[in-house]
């Protein structure tokens, strides 16, 4: 499927420059860290999910015999409400200083309310149960419907409802943070014309990113008030502006070393451990480690919301769509800040919609405030809207494929919040897959005795750009080592390497990209909305052309010639000049003795990608009797825009695929009416295991994004967003159900089947 | 003493950016390193100064419970011949890894042979006795002019002598390995003219650059070829490609973190314990540490050569010096590449010698390969010329000074050895001192029942240039993170910050610099030389303009005007355009909103310097029944260009001072004539206590290099150069003796003062 190779390196599948370390154990992760003298600690986190904190008293865990240091709220200072942009969202520094550590009130079950420091990890945890505290206990929330009343208690009396786009703010204190509204065309008009008009309404439960390595942090705040902190994210400028604001630091005096992680997907962006720690070390003089377990992890960083929506379509004699509307109300949990406006921005996007319009919420509920979850919102929203319009399809008796050819958005196209499509490969992927052996197959028999059924969906994802900046050295060997600032979750070590490869002419194992530390490379965005591959991609780009340049001055002085008469040849990786040629690794050798030492910068700042497509078919067996579900097939078409390393573009398919699955057919927090999860564990949170998932098959489709030079589009993020809406679909087609409701678990399933007979 | 300051930063005095970490012991040095599942080892050195090895076993070590690896010369390949720059020096790398591992023969007492790596460090000691080996004793040679002899055993039979200059070399093995002849008018001539003619003959001992932290080094050899090297440094780009060379790895795959280092002076430039940890590594498939005790610093690591000496100066009826000419053998050690050819072009490079010659040997002797020592070779030259020049003073009845201000070297007078003198400092430090309070006051009376004397001289170091890159990025708050790759042994991370601040216009606090390993940087040579406050400073300097140009860029973004009408005020640290201006802080928190990152880089690759002069004044006191000297009072007056952080130029004066009296008055090794050293520890090998110096004097003269922007010279090295010659024309002085052997001990005086009685 891939375009003509017309590169040397990329497309290629080199091993990752960091493989060895992570299959010999000797990648160092967040808890690995390891500095002398340091101590060890424990937090307090509240068992209710919503009270407010009358009193707490640390003074018998601070006499614990082994403790170094207690902190709370209180020696955090007032960050005021200044709102920063997390890459994939925005948090205000008031609201989040309150999730580090809860002030007046506690807003979910888990919240950590205070932190102790001690020798070991026993002493610190002794100390925990040592800390006084009294609650008066508060009715909790936790359904957005319920939140979005008028009689609804408050969770945060600061929160004024924003309507986007309006510019206006609303007077009263409200659980409904944000309303966007994005409107295009006439819809009443549209859904005049149509002929068929499905209107259907949606819910979706708490999932987390499921990230196999827990948050860590180690922090050092030196006696001259400077700080270094270790820690496992997906941006460490992100944790040195936030910690900055956090802890009334200058930012410059902030160091943020980012150890190796293992797993982020949207979920760790946001600081959590890392003040803490910072705050700790302050208090006891020395450097201090900060763990979460798993139960934490679950029920105290940031999930992806819970959503209601409600979804209307209407289709014209063509099968072409005349009118969409769709209301989306998302949990923000115990914050303001879900994905809710990206969610709208991607919710009729895959299609040319004459008429349309979405409403989104973003609702305060009693749960850990959610966070970016790959792709964040747009799952959530292609499981009602891709639903929908598979009953269309069914109701108009239209090949699933053949409808989405007909209404797929192209260049040009402009979507209902607004933005014109650049060169986008929406229609390609169906393209793709309609000629697909598998949708080309008939449905397996079935294998369990069960019923088989086939499914189809799309999904968008508008793939970040923002800001990356790289910094790349020649050495004598002539190999080259490349500093990056954005940390390498998917494999973008390899993949940036490789570009910095293949702009000089060179091998990916030539170019040594490193992870640096915040000091040493220049600003770069997290490593999120798919952007690290495009924007750090250009910033190597960048650099690589950064050395070119010096590589001809130094040709130049070493011949003795003008730089005009020397010139780069990047198929030979060398430097040409009159009558004379000298290839990049000899030159290499030399450049210390004639100009000095190579060194090469680029950032990227402007550039935007015009987003990623995908169209999914999956073919299922549902046993009838239990409601379980089997994936028997499942076959992947994504526009990938150039592939870099097609392996690991193979990989993040494969890995947004199932993360997908797993949350239409198993995963969910499962709250009891106190607000407490009841399956804070792996054990009884059920991701997907090898049993879960056949091999996912993989359609590479390349359309190039002209804004890159390589033709990067980012690839990460929207193969999570169609699975649940083509399971769903595919459910439907063996059992005659359509969900309404995820996980497609099977009891939940089952209720429907046996609602329907 | 200092010229009135221009600068905002120059010329001030900042707490050091280190200075905490330092203070409180959180700095980590090369023992510090700590990594998981580390090995720790241990060494066997040879117990012989002399010996073919003709049998090693090292089988029954390998066998001993919790040994992991075990590793002698046959583990390392065979690296070749080529002859490698050090910064300060060269070395042929069969002598190199012969050095690291002996191979056919042992060449000194404690040279290494075998290191075992084991799970603690007791093991890893048991191990090495339980390796078996055989030695063949041979003659042991320890003075140079033995060694000269043609009769001499013959320690390398690849050494043949290379006549410098004349191009050519000799066809037998000998030990003396180099012969640098330099010659200037016509020296028959110019001792014709003559009116007092001076002969003398002189010897100096071994001593020891005594840094306080021992040589540590800690690898990881990664099963994909991929080296980590941590280790206490001067030149981790020197480490990198000695380990490349030496372990037969490319130089790409070897990455060096260079610690904080507790003193170098030259002695931290080779390796020793670097490829043979790494060798353990790859062998063990563990990280290893491998750390040196005191004895093995002494015995086995680099000291300054001892020397013999001949010089002869004559000086016509007026005091101008007429001729000179200097005979000059080196002790190289073991292995060629003593600081010979240094001590030739600084021998009379203080004054206009009109005629002049200098023969210089390079003497293999079964001592430690000898390696730089601040201002290598200089010293020993110094003692010399400036106490045969004190005699002839002395005989003309001239005011020592008066004297030097006369043939002072100045700019356009050409040295004996070719170069012609940019625009020096040496008639102003001659100047400065003669007007000092020091010189102007009589000899105080004895304070102990000796006799006092005063003595001065003068001393020149002609400060490295060499390749210096840096790496500057700009923070959001306007503070700037320097990341530099020449490790700070004096100061530099302050002295160099506080270039790239006064190049921004802003403060020293504003910049955070780093010193960070070899892939994050660019080459940089090594810290030596007294060249990275010039060199480095160039390179900070040129990456605070590249950010200058990006700022006045970013600015115009922001203002939407072409660049060219926005300048950089760094009086105000301001850009400035039409009708506009706004401050680098408050342009640095938007740079990434109208331009992107920021990030500076620069380099220094051709600037040389002008070298550095100093001229110093001693009182000292005699115990003529024991030979005791003790110094009263010290001056120093020296050449530092512009004075970056007069407290650190100070320091580094004082210290050079104080090492150069340690040199003068003690130490010294003590062999006996099996080649033992009998004084391996510092309780008797005797550097200067408290008890032993006043506090030291200085006088900066500040002459401005003129190849640097702000006038910088190189200061650290020239200050040890005259002490010895110093304080022997102050002994002389004092009680008529003219002492020509260092050191100057209690019973080497008394025994030239009981002989002159």
């Known amino acids: 499927m891939a375009t003509a190779n017309k590169y040397k390196v990329i497309g290629t599948r080199p091993v990752r420059h960091d493989g060895v370390d992570k299959v010999t154990g000797r990648a160092r992760y967040g808890a690995d860290t390891k500095i002398q003298g340091m101590l060890y600690s424990a937090m307090l986190r509240s068992p209710h999910a919503h009270a407010k904190i009358k009193r707490l008293d640390t003074s018998k865990a601070e006499k614990l015999p082994g403790v170094r240091a207690v902190v709370t709220a209180k020696d955090l200072p007032d960050p005021g409400t200044r709102i920063a942009q997390l890459g994939e969202g925005a948090v205000c520094m008031a609201h989040l200083t309150r999730n580090v550590l809860a002030r007046e009130k506690v807003l979910y079950k888990g919240h950590a309310i205070a932190a102790v420091a001690a020798d070991n990890i026993h002493i610190a945890e002794e100390a925990v149960k040592l800390i006084e505290i009294e609650y008066e206990p508060l009715p909790v929330l936790l359904d957005v419907r319920e939140a979005m009343k008028p009689s609804a208690i408050v969770l945060n009396d600061d929160v004024r409802c924003e309507e986007v786009g309006a510019g206006t703010t609303g007077s009263t204190p409200t659980n409904v943070a944000k309303h966007f509204h994005f409107e295009k065309g006439n819809v ?10 499905v209107e259907r309404e949606f819910v979706t439960g708490t999932v987390h990113q499921g990230y196999i390595e827990p948050h860590a942090a180690t922090a050092t705040w030196n006696p001259d008030g400077r700080v270094t902190i ?94 969409g509307t769709a209301y989306m109300a998302f949990d923000a949990g115990a914050f303001p800040g879900s994905p809710i406006g990206m969610a709208a921005m991607c919710a009729f996007a895959c299609y040319d919609v004459p008429n349309g319009s979405v409403d989104g919420y973003d609702v305060c509920v009693n749960k850990p405030r959610t966070n970016a979850y790959r792709a964040p919102g747009a799952t959530n929203g292609a499981f009602a809207v891709e639903s929908v319009i598979d009953e269309i399809c069914e109701k108009l008796k239209l090949d699933p494929l053949e409808f989405r050819a007909k209404n797929a958005a192209k260049e040009g196209t402009r979507r209902v919040d607004g933005p014109v499509f650049p060169r986008i490969g929406m229609w390609e992927t169906v393209d793709y897959l309609k000629k697909s052996e598998h949708y080309s197959t008939p449905l397996p028999k079935p294998k369990f005795g069960g019923k088989v059924g086939r499914g189809v969906a799309s999904g968008f994802w508008f793939n970040c750009g923002l800001k990356s900046a790289a910094f790349a050295t020649v050495n004598t060997d002539g190999s080259v080592s490349l500093s990056l600032g954005t940390t390498d979750i998917g494999g973008s070590r390899a993949s940036i390497a490789m570009q910095l490869a293949e702009t000089l002419g060179l091998t990916a194992t030539d170019i040594n990209p490193n992870v640096v530390d915040t000091d040493a490379v220049g600003y770069n965005d997290v490593t999120g909305g798919s952007r690290v591959t495009f924007a750090t991609g250009i910033a190597a780009y960048e650099a690589g052309e950064d050395i070119k340049r010096q590589m001809v001055q130094r040709a130049a002085v070493l011949w003795d010639v003008d730089p005009s008469q020397v010139s780069y040849d990047v198929a030979t990786a060398s430097l040409i000049g009159p009558g004379k040629n000298i290839t990049f690794k000899a030159l290499a050798e030399q450049v210390n003795h004639c100009g000095g030492p190579v060194i090469g910068r680029g950032f990227s700042s402007e550039a935007n990608q015009g987003g990623s497509f995908g169209t999914h078919c999956v073919d299922v067996e549902v046993d009838p009797d239990t409601g379980k579900t089997q994936i028997l097939r499942y076959t992947i078409s994504q526009d990938v825009g150039t592939a870099v390393h097609p392996s690991y573009v193979e990989g993040q398919l494969q890995g947004g695929v199932v993360q997908g699955i797993g949350w239409a057919l198993n995963e969910e927090y499962w709250y009891d009416d106190k607000g407490v999860m009841r399956n804070a564990s792996y054990l009884d949170y059920r991701i997907p295991t090898i049993y879960d998932v056949p091999m996912i098959d993989t359609i590479l489709v390349e359309v190039p994004d002209p804004e890159h030079p390589f033709g990067v589009r980012g690839v990460g993020e929207v193969p999570i967003v169609p699975p649940p809406a083509a399971v769903a679909n595919a459910i439907a087609n063996a059992v005659g159900v359509r969900m309404e409701k995820l996980p497609m678990s099977p009891p939940n399933l089952l209720k429907e089947i046996l609602a329907g007979k």
């Open 230 to 323: 270790w820690c496992c994210t997906q941006g460490s400028f992100t944790v040195r502006q936030q910690c900055s604001e956090l802890l009334g630091v200058p930012l410059g005096h902030i160091k943020v070393v980012p150890t190796e992680i293992g797993g982020g997907f949207g979920g760790k962006i946001s600081v959590y451990l890392e003040p803490v720690a910072a705050a700790l070390s302050k208090k006891s003089g020395k450097p201090v480690k900060l763990v979460m377990d798993r139960a934490a992890v679950l029920e105290a960083t940031g999930p992806t919301p819970a959503s209601y929506m409600k979804v209307k379509i209407g289709v014209d004699g063509d099968g072409k769509i005349t009118a």
């Open 188 to 197: 009443a008009d549209g859904f005049a014309k149509a002929k068929v008009v």
